[in-house]
């Protein structure tokens, strides 16, 4: 029993003895029957601070609770010292777990969904996997898929060989300016295929098969081709 509850306790019994002995009518014994007894005894502990005094459910469960834990502890002297490693390093998993959610997670998508898109579409295919949807495009005769899709296998085949990245926000312009400062004999090219890749995918003009040609012509060379920069060290190895 608690301090509050052994004083609660003092109380009720020095207030029965105040109720036998003092301020009572002379008719009333001094030693009540037991009848008399247990009667008052309920009406004292009706009272408001008996009933604040009484455990309540969540108490009762709190309790249980510990209960349970000590029994599965097994330790003889009810305490919890068994399970302070325990409950450390679960609450150290809990911190861990919950730090790669709310920071690790958001993270990693931003920087896949930045990897995989492509002038303003999430585009998981390899370019290899785009050259042959181009191929098949141009097999039915559709010109303006074609273009789109030889385009988009060149910039992804750039991005494979880190010679350069196509980030969120980047236009086709914008990839041949950059495409042409590694490839700097290419740049014309390079400028007409951005023009190509603009007219059939946004100004919804018609490709034609020699836009298709200049375009594969354009992916097959870059992708044979070394960027300027690693020229130097290619001939070096070569000699």
Known sequence: MTEVGLAQLGSMVESLLDRFTFGVPHDVPVVPDAPDARQWLREELVKAPYAA????????????????????????????????????????????????????????????????????????????????????????????????????????????????????????????????LAFPSHGPALARAADTFDRVRYLEQVGLEPDYRALAALEAELRAAAPAILAPLTEAGRS
Request: charged share 20%.
């Open 53 to 180: 005094a009484r455990p309540t459910w969540f108490d009762r469960a709190s309790q249980a609770f510990l209960d349970w834990l000590n029994s599965l502890a097994g330790s003889g002297d009810g305490s919890l010292t068994g399970w302070v490693p325990i409950v450390a390093a679960v609450l150290v998993l809990a911190v861990l777990v919950a730090g790669w959610l709310l920071f690790g997670a958001p993270k990693l998508a931003r920087r896949r969904r930045a990897d995989l898109d492509l002038f303003g579409a999430i585009d998981q295919r390899s370019s290899s996997e785009m050259r042959a949807a181009a191929d098949a495009a141009a097999g039915r005769g559709d010109w303006s898929l074609a273009c789109e899709e030889i385009f988009r296998a060149l910039a992804r085949g750039l991005a494979e060989r880190t010679v350069l990245s196509v980030t969120p926000g980047t236009t086709a312009h914008d990839f041949a300016a950059r495409a042409q």
